[in-house]
T-cell receptor, first 114, second 113 residues
Framework: AQSVTQPDIHITVSEGASLELRCNYS??????LFWYVQSPGQGLQLLLK??????LVQGIKGFEAEFKRSQSSFNLRKPSVHWSDAAEYFC????????????FGTGTRLQVFP | DVKVTQSSRYLVKRTGEKVFLECVQD?????MFWYRQDPGLGLRLIYF???????EKGDIPEGYSVSREKKERFSLILESASTNQTSMYLC????????????FGDGTRLSIL
């Protein structure tokens, strides 16, 4: 079975600064990796996904993530944060076997100061 | 775009009541899921369904049941609501269980008094 860890519960950045949210996973084979964003009072919206191929994936809203197998990581990045990026971010890991489900991290809350 | 619709955004019920949360998806997805979300605990899977009338327990099924009579609709039932079931409930659907993105509804914030 797979697992996922988001080490940072809460991150604060200034508007215009760069951002990196950490995600570490555990899975015995090639994982399926996802990042979601949740604005206050809303459901989760898919930002990007990694299945295979190029380890740097581009998503919506200017986000990107890099899959690093050697570090079991899938960190989310954005070069310049906007105030509207303030939200909660969830990393999720899935797998290719019939018994695999999507497992979500506990989330990282991003606060953006003007 | 996939649309997952949850029938209520906010719901207030009393202890001991039977509570129904409804979810409908419009993309003909085989799989549907119910999660509860609590601060610091992330999303926890309650039940999921991989076909009509088929269901499987997730990580925290106690106190809940589900119903899937039609492919597009998945209901979560709190048989006898208790205060510790006050939470945000999220419904999702997907083409596959573990290797496809899940599409979420906006959630139902349920308060049990």
């Amino acid at each position: 079975a797979q697992s996922v860890t988001q080490p940072d519960i809460h991150i604060t950045v200034s508007e215009g600064a760069s951002l990196e949210l950490r995600c570490n996973y555990s899975y015995g084979a090639t994982p399926y990796l996802f990042w979601y964003v949740q604005s206050p009072g809303q459901g989760l919206q898919l930002l990007l996904k990694y299945f295979s191929g190029d380890t740097l994936v581009q998503g919506i809203k200017g986000f990107e993530a890099e899959f690093k197998r050697s570090q079991s990581s899938f960190n989310l990045r954005k070069p310049s944060v906007h105030w509207s990026d303030a939200a909660e971010y969830f990393c999720a890991v899935g797998g290719s076997y019939n018994t695999d489900k999507l497992i979500f991290g506990t989330g990282t809350r991003l606060q953006v100061f003007p | 775009d996939v649309k997952v619709t949850q029938s209520s955004r906010y719901l207030v019920k009393r202890t001991g009541e039977k509570v129904f949360l409804e979810c409908v998806q419009d993309m003909d997805h085989e799989n549907m899921f119910w999660y509860r979300q609590d601060p610091g605990l992330g999303l926890r899977l309650i039940y999921f369904s991989y076909d009509v009338k088929m269901k499987e327990k997730g990580d925290i099924p106690e106190g809940y049941s589900v119903s899937r009579e039609k492919k597009e609709r998945f209901s979560l039932i709190l048989e006898s609501a208790s205060t510790n079931q006050t939470s945000m409930y999220l419904c999702a659907s997907s083409r596959d269980i573990g290797n496809q993105p899940q599409h979420f509804g906006d959630g139902t914030r349920l308060s049990i008094l």
